[in-house]
């Protein structure tokens, strides 16, 4: 096949943008599409529905031709680079991609092009994967709830263009949902790939600290919190990007030794279900989806049982805010005029971060050690804990979230355990909501069987957005 304007598939096929990533590599394999028609298909998706959603910190769409232009002759010659060369996906505007603006969300770093790619980027490219651009993101990753920057703008969520993707990987998440590539490669420094996906209808995975390397990376703000992580509509997409860019390197000590875990191996699981974490809200529409969630997996056999939160939560709060603080205070340290440059809810961040001493920061350190040995205490007798992903249904686009909205998440990163967001039964109305796994370390692979059993029988891949209403006065 030749390049040429976007079609659909055959027959009654949906168009080639609504294909899952498992789907594309499976047609580039039989001949019946190439990488060139996909993008092309994708591309027009973008055109139609980037002027109401702002799912793009840069695109690139010269470069994503070449690419998809080199993997369709390498498959064409019979010699992709993978099996999922040729798919397309955005990346993160935190995470450098060779040649591309990475701004980071803010006007401080608006000229930054890296002239080197991220270690999980050069993994990408190595089997062949089509970078569309740069997904946006809220400034530094440290929002509180939204995607709006003075630098570009606010992301809206496909479902309710009123509303929030819900954290810094918002853009991607967005983009997926709506059909601009059926994957995106974000990260997670506190919930910030999971909030997306559960606002959005779609899976996420925060891996395992360690699971997927990295190195030629921005500077690092979050310590060991922040991991690179995948999002996708179906659970093999999430899977086949995670294993695209996972693995360890000698340079990032964080991944050597990250134990490979087995499969879930289809037995019954022990889930403890926790509703609250101490005494934060959660909405009514989230927890009635949980307790249909909870009901769907016990359905498939497993045991599910209420329970108290197993860590000392109260501990968690009292440090959680000191690492991205703090980190942001160092990053800004020798920067003048930055306050002129930030959106307004960074300077306090801070100066918060400044108040803080050396001995706080050892502290919050200290109890992020503590309380992944109580998970892992807990994780003996138990193998997953089942929550919300997020307290609180989406607000409006350009606003911060309530406080209770946040709670749910941070403990996987501060412990570096593996979470995934999962869609649930849906809000009256139609909303999506999502529900959260936590499993111990290094089960990111009987997390994601989990899922795949889960999807088949409660599948969403049927569940888009309407955008057709929300889309006039897009580009055309």
């Known amino acids: 096949m030749t390049a040429g304007a976007p079609r659909s598939a055959p027959g009654s096929e949906p168009p080639l943008w609504q294909w899952p990533a498992a789907r594309l590599a499976a047609g580039y394999a039989e001949g019946s599409t190439t990488p060139d028609e996909v993008l092309a298909s994708v591309l027009a998706r973008a055109d139609e529905v980037d002027g109401v959603l702002n799912v793009f910190a840069h695109r690139a769409d010269d470069p994503a031709r070449a690419a998809a232009a080199a993997s369709t002759e390498r498959w064409r010659r019979g010699a992709p680079l993978g099996p999922y060369d040729g798919v397309p996906l955005t990346v993160k505007d935190n995470i450098p991609?060779?040649?591309?603006?990475?701004?980071?969300?803010?006007?401080?770093?608006?000229?930054?092009?890296?002239e080197r790619d991220e270690l999980c980027?050069?993994?990408?490219?190595?089997?062949?994967?089509?970078?569309?651009?740069?997904?946006?993101?809220?400034?530094?990753?440290?929002?509180?709830?939204?995607?709006?920057?003075?630098l570009h703008g606010t992301t809206r969520n496909p479902w309710d263009p009123?509303?929030?993707?819900?954290?810094?990987?918002?853009?991607?998440?967005?983009?997926?949902?709506?059909?601009?590539?059926?994957?995106?490669?974000?990260?997670?420094?506190?919930?910030?790939?999971?909030?997306?996906?559960?606002?959005?209808?779609?899976?996420?995975?925060?891996?395992?600290?360690?699971?997927?390397?990295?190195?030629?990376?921005?500077?690092?703000?979050?310590?060991?919190?922040?991991?690179?992580?995948?999002?996708?509509?179906?659970?093999?997409?999430?899977?086949?990007?995670?294993a695209a860019v996972a693995g360890p390197d000698p340079r990032d000590r964080r991944s050597l030794g990250v134990p490979e875990g087995r499969g879930h191996g289809g037995g019954p699981l022990r889930i403890r279900?926790?509703?609250?974490?101490?005494?934060?809200?959660?909405?009514?529409?989230?927890?009635?989806?949980?307790?249909?969630?909870?009901?769907?997996?016990?359905s498939l056999g497993?045991?599910?049982?209420?329970?108290?939160?197993?860590?000392?939560?109260?501990?968690?709060?009292?440090?959680?805010?000191?690492?991205?603080?703090?980190?942001?205070?160092?990053?800004?340290?020798?920067?003048?005029g930055w306050q002129d440059a930030v959106g307004d809810i960074y300077p306090p961040m801070v100066e918060h971060g400044r108040s803080l001493t050396a001995v706080d920061y050892v502290a919050a350190l200290d109890a992020f050690r503590d309380l992944f040995a109580q998970l892992a205490d807990f994780f003996t007798g138990t193998d997953l804990l089942l929550t919300p992903v997020a307290g609180a249904m989406p607000w409006a686009a350009d606003r911060i979230a309530p406080p209770h909205q946040r709670v749910f998440t941070g403990i996987a990163n501060a412990t570096g355990v593996p979470a995934?967001?999962?869609?649930?039964?849906?809000?009256?109305?139609?909303?999506?909501?999502?529900?959260?796994?936590?499993?111990?370390?290094?089960?990111?692979?009987?997390?994601?069987?989990?899922?795949?059993?889960?999807?088949?029988?409660?599948?969403?891949?049927?569940?888009?957005?309407?955008?057709?209403?929300?889309?006039?006065?897009?580009?055309?």
């Open 420 to 476: 995934l967001s999962l869609p649930g039964p849906p809000a009256p109305g139609g909303l999506p909501v999502g529900f959260q796994l936590i499993g111990r370390y290094g089960t990111d692979r009987a997390l994601l069987d989990l899922a795949s059993d889960y999807e088949a029988a409660y599948g969403w891949a049927d569940r888009r957005p309407d955008l057709a209403a929300q889309t006039k006065g897009a580009r055309a």
């Open 273 to 298: 279900l926790v509703e609250r974490f101490g005494d934060h809200p959660v909405d009514a529409a989230v927890g009635a989806s949980l307790l249909g969630a909870a009901d769907r997996l016990a």
């Open 97 to 114: 991609v060779a040649g591309m603006p990475c701004a980071w969300g803010s006007r401080l770093f608006a000229d930054h092009v890296p």
């Open 121 to 150: 980027v050069a993994r990408l490219r190595a089997a062949g994967w089509v970078i569309l651009g740069k997904s946006n993101v809220s400034e530094f990753t440290l929002g509180l709830g939204n995607v709006s920057t003075p």
């Open 302 to 336: 497993h045991r599910v049982a209420a329970g108290p939160v197993p860590f000392d939560f109260a501990r968690f709060e009292r440090h959680w805010r000191t690492i991205g603080t703090t980190g942001l205070a160092w990053l800004l340290r020798d920067r003048e």
């Open 162 to 242: 009123a509303l929030t993707t819900g954290a810094s990987t918002g853009g991607g998440a967005a983009a997926v949902a709506a059909g601009v590539g059926p994957v995106a490669l974000g990260t997670d420094g506190g919930g910030s790939i999971r909030w997306p996906a559960a606002y959005c209808g779609l899976v996420a995975l925060k891996p395992t600290l360690g699971r997927v390397a990295r190195f030629d990376g921005l500077p690092t703000v979050l310590h060991d919190l922040e991991v690179v992580a995948p999002v996708g509509r179906t659970v093999d997409d999430v899977a086949a990007l995670l």
